[in-house]
């Protein structure tokens, strides 16, 4: 607030002393200029009355002459003093709302209650600087998942839109530059619950000072950036950010994988997509020569995966420079005729790669009327393009912006998941079809929740207690704990034990003091899961099937009774 | 210039006003106690703005001012225009003590600019 009252403060140094000066002079007048009372005797008018006089004159409100009628050369005075004065508040008041108008104000209020929105933050949030495409995206996901969100963004008219979003917490914004350290602090950089920073403009080097900072200031915590080339990229490793996402290359890796092996690129979408949202059909797709639209940042990638694949694929591309040099074909992939000559008969599939939606649509439009039955693959560029996509029924639809936040997603949410996905990666295609096909079972096409757990007092008591004493099998946490014999909808993913990932641990693994466990299941099924995590007697009875009095009373109760002791 | 100059202002019309017997009306005069008023938040509207710590003790000292003299002149109001029996010498020392305690106030405010003026010079 001081900044914001100082700097009004001293533009209203000149309103203000006008309105002081006339009402001085004027009021000075009425007092010097004789009278007379009702009587006709010679009258004074007191300061008292004066001002009284004045304040109903200059504010236009004239209640008349009092107490007692004036001299005309009283009336003299005030004549020149209602020009004066009420000049003198016109003035002063224009000016105020001035001020109240003014742009650079308007900021520092701006700014202002950004900070103190921040500052009451009592849950713990990250910093999004960046609300472009996926930036709201991300900022969509989180609040879904609800978890609480800032952001910063150099354009106000895009910083704007957070309070048009449908978001069901407030999420405070800030139109300012990320490159400059103190609006970063402002964000809550250095608040005690600031989970994490995620650095998302188009600008590499505004993304590089964010790691900069953000590591700078507040070590501990996470940091995601977006970057475009590697030298940055290794600039921002070097700060410590915890992960660089360069959108094209991801991009093209998931394209490709999208293609090569479609059941990773669905087990990636399910586990990182938000909660709630309808699960995608798993889709095979054919092995042999492929049409790949557009070869810019995306394209090479997107080869370079689909022939390590064991593919062929044939480059269309409008720029013959580009298009000679791929050994492709030159033109505009919406033609047929250019089509044709990439062979699109031949080929199994078509790759629609460019930088604009409808030109992507289009292509794949031609490409199925020249050749029905061909495996599609489109880029989306725009989120509000769903329903023309869905009204295309294109195959496989890869988003560039979806892909970075499913990438921040899994870093920030579960660290785990980030290094299971790495690892399932490595595993066949048939393993992760049979997964997806399990997840399935449970969950009944919603997408399911992902949700990690160390085997300590803090996440688990009941388990740190019970290990104490005896084994408990990993099974023990996916039974139902109202029916012991029957599963909870959830499936344990992965178990991370010093350091050695292993990959869906099987039910009679035992578990250890210091295990993180990585689970997978639906919303259901992780609350009746934390009854057993935390309560000893729910655990208990789901490891020997003995329902166990729980409070002391009944324990001494049952203990004095033979038959329950039998 | 402008600024020394009503600070200064403001510190000589309120010793002028408070010298004097405490209770004896005579020795007070409405005028002076009306120019002190006006010039003292002029000073105070001309301190408005600046940031810095002198700045924010500058601001302090003449709103301690502005309320004593503002009360002073409330009282002597009532005292003259509302209460039965008019103004006493009761009345007559509050009115001066508050304005005493105004003074106070022009002083320090005072004091502060010559600090702050040797500091420049140097």
Known sequence: MNSALFLALRRMRAPLLTLIGSYAVSILGMVLIPGVDGEGMPWRVSFFHAFYFISYTATTIGFGELPNAFTDAQRLWITFTIYLTVVAWFYAIGKILQITQDASFQQVLAAERFRRAVDRMREPFYVICGYGETGSALVDALDQRGVRSVVIDINPARAGEVELAALQFDVPVLAGDVRQPDNLSLAGLRHPICRGVVALTNDDHANLSVAASAKLLNPALTVICRCESDAVAASMAAFGADDVIDPFSLFGEHLATAVRTPGHYLLREWLTAAPDETLREPLFAPVGRWVLCGFGRFGVRTARGLEAGGNAVTIIDADAAVAEHAGGVCGSATDARVLEQAGIREAVGVIAGTGDDVTNLSITQMARRLAPGLFTVVRRNQRGSTSLFEAAAVSVVVQPAAVVVHACLATLMAPLLARFLRAAASESNAWANELLARIAGITEERVPEIWSLRVDHAHMPAVADSLERRPVPLGGLLADPQSRLEDLPVIALALEREGALQMLPAADTALEPGDRLLFCGRGRGRRRQVLTTRNGNVLRYVLTGVDLPGGWMWRRLSRSDPTHQA | ?122
Do not use: C
Request: hydrophobic share 60%; glycine share 8%; charged share 10%.
């Open chain 2, 1 to 122: 210039m402008v600024f020394g100059f009503f600070i200064i202002l403001a510190m000589t019309l309120n010793f002028g006003f408070f010298i004097g017997d405490l209770a004896d009306p005579v020795h007070h005069n409405v005028y002076e106690m009306y120019a002190a008023i006006a010039v003292n938040l002029v000073a105070t509207v001309l301190k408005f703005g600046d940031r810095t710590q002198v700045g924010a003790l500058h601001l302090a000292t003449s709103l301690v001012a502005d309320l004593q003299l503002i009360a002073a002149a409330v009282i002597w109001a009532y005292a003259a225009h509302a209460l039965q029996g008019g103004m006493t010498p009761h009345i007559m020392a509050s009115i001066v003590s508050l304005s005493g305690g105004a003074f106070v106030a022009n002083v320090v405010s005072a004091v502060l600019l010559i600090i702050e003026t040797a500091q420049l010079r140097r």
